[in-house]
């Protein structure tokens, strides 16, 4: 089982200011919800995962040049997810976060997504007024697979 989001605006980096962003991830538990409210899997206490190993995919995609480190990128978006999505990110043991200049080339694949995410995903991308995409994915690891290089 799979979560999936799309938000627009710029992320905060983990060492932005508290007051910054405080604002940012209410902003992401809000549209969390929103995502969850959608789906009937959640658990009785409302989250949709609750004590299984878990992944996460963050894909920044970004128009505009920044400096936001990928590493700085995924824990504020997955503390945002805390008790919406899963119950506790010490779920999360295998973490990936990707930055993606949109005006440089890249491969975009369909493989493992739900066909209506990744067209949501491309008509956001196709949107020349969007500076700022994010695209979140957790799920369940079924096994635990350590792998090296690429």
């Keep these: 089982m799979e979560f999936y989001m799309i938000t627009t605006g710029q992320p905060k980096s983990y060492n932005v200011k508290k007051k910054m962003m405080g604002a940012y991830i209410n902003r992401l538990k809000t549209i969390a919800g929103q995502e969850i409210e ?9 989250v949709l995962f609750n004590g299984q190993m878990l992944y996460s995919n963050i894909l920044y995609f970004h128009r505009v040049n920044n400096d936001i480190d990928a590493d700085n990128l995924s824990k504020p978006i997955l503390d945002a997810l805390k008790n919406v999505v899963f119950r506790d990110d010490v779920q999360i043991i295998k973490r990936t976060a990707m930055k993606v200049n949109l005006n440089a080339d890249f491969t975009l694949s369909n493989e493992n997504i739900p066909d209506h995410w990744y067209s949501q995903l491309i008509e956001v991308i196709n949107d020349d007024t969007v500076k700022h995409l994010l695209f979140i994915e957790v799920g369940t690891l079924d096994e635990l697979k350590v792998a090296f290089g690429r």
């Design 38 to 46: 959608r789906l009937t899997q959640c658990t009785p206490d409302g």
